[in-house]
C-alpha cells in the first residue's frame, strides 16, 4: 500500500541551530502534505502544510518544501528555540485506497540549551 | 468554537472486558479517524470514515476492535475480549473536506489501559 517515510526518527540540536526533518511518500497522486507537532502529553496540531502546486511555503521560523519529482518533501525549523522540543509527524493525502491522510512515523525533536 | 471531543478521557478495565470509546467531532465535518498511539510511538491509523461509510478498515488490529459512525456525526470505537497489547492512547480526528486535503483536528484521546 502507500506509505510515509520519515527520518531522522530522533533528532537534537543546539538551541539557535537549525532542524531539519525530512520526509518521502508514494502516492504519485498525492497533493496535499501536513505537518504535525504533538507536544508531550498533547494531542498533535497541524503547523504547517504545503500543497503541490507550490515549491516551498514559510510561515515565521518554520519553512516546507516539496519536490514533486523526487517524491519528497522536508521541514525546516531555524533559530530553534526550548518550546520547538516535540515530535514531529509529516503525513500525505493518498487516492489510491479511499482518499485518505497517511502519517509518517514521527521525529523526536529535543532542543538543547 | 468546540473542538474533538472524545470519552472517557480515561478507562482502565480487566482483560477480556469489552470496552467502548466515543468521538465528538467538529459539527459539519464529513470525515472521521482513529488512530492509536502507543507510548512513545507513532500514530497507527486504524479506521476513517466519510459520513457514516467507511471506506477503509484496514487499519482495524484483529476482529475484535469495530466502529460505527450515526447521523455523520458520533462515532463509537469498540474493543471487545480486550488485551494487554491494546492499552493505549486512542485518538480521533476529523475533517472537513472529504478529499482529505484539509486539516485533521485531533481530539485529547481516551488513554486505555487494560490490567
Known amino acids: 500500500g502507500e506509505n510515509v517515510e520519515q527520518h531522522p526518527s530522533t533528532l537534537s540540536v543546539q538551541e539557535g541551530d537549525s532542524a531539519v526533518i525530512k520526509c518521502t511518500y508514494s502516492?504519485?497522486?498525492?497533493?496535499?502534505f501536513p505537518w504535525y507537532k504533538q507536544e508531550l502529553g498533547k494531542r498533535p496540531q497541524l503547523i504547517i502544510d504545503?500543497?503541490?502546486?507550490?515549491g516551498e511555503k514559510k510561515d515565521q521560523r518554520i519553512a516546507v518544501t516539496l519536490n514533486k519529482t523526487a517524491k519528497h518533501f522536508s521541514l525546516h525549523i531555524t533559530e530553534t528555540q526550548p518550546e520547538d522540543s516535540a515530535v514531529y509527524f509529516c503525513a500525505a493525502n493518498s487516492y489510491s485506497s479511499a482518499s485518505k491522510i497517511i502519517f509518517g512515523s514521527g521525529t523526536r525533536l529535543s532542543i538543547r540549551p | 468554537g468546540a473542538g474533538v471531543s472524545q470519552s472517557p478521557s480515561n478507562k482502565v478495565t480487566e482483560k477480556g472486558k469489552d470496552v467502548e470509546l466515543r468521538c465528538d467531532p467538529i459539527?459539519?465535518?464529513?470525515?472521521l479517524y482513529w488512530y492509536r498511539q502507543s507510548l512513545g510511538q507513532g500514530l497507527e491509523f486504524l479506521i476513517y470514515f466519510q459520513g457514516n461509510s467507511a471506506p477503509d478498515k484496514s487499519g482495524l488490529p484483529s476482529d475484535r476492535f469495530s466502529a460505527e459512525r450515526t447521523g455523520g456525526s458520533v462515532s463509537t470505537l469498540t474493543i471487545q475480549r480486550t488485551q494487554q497489547e491494546d492499552s493505549a492512547v486512542y485518538l480521533c480526528?476529523?475533517?472537513?473536506?472529504?478529499?482529505?486535503?484539509?486539516?485533521?483536528?485531533f481530539g485529547p484521546g481516551t488513554r486505555l489501559t487494560v490490567t
Open positions: 502516492d504519485s497522486a498525492s497533493n496535499y
Open positions: 480526528a476529523s475533517s472537513f473536506n472529504p478529499l482529505s486535503s484539509y486539516e485533521q483536528y
Open positions: 459539527s459539519g465535518h464529513t470525515a
Open positions: 504545503i500543497r503541490s502546486n507550490v
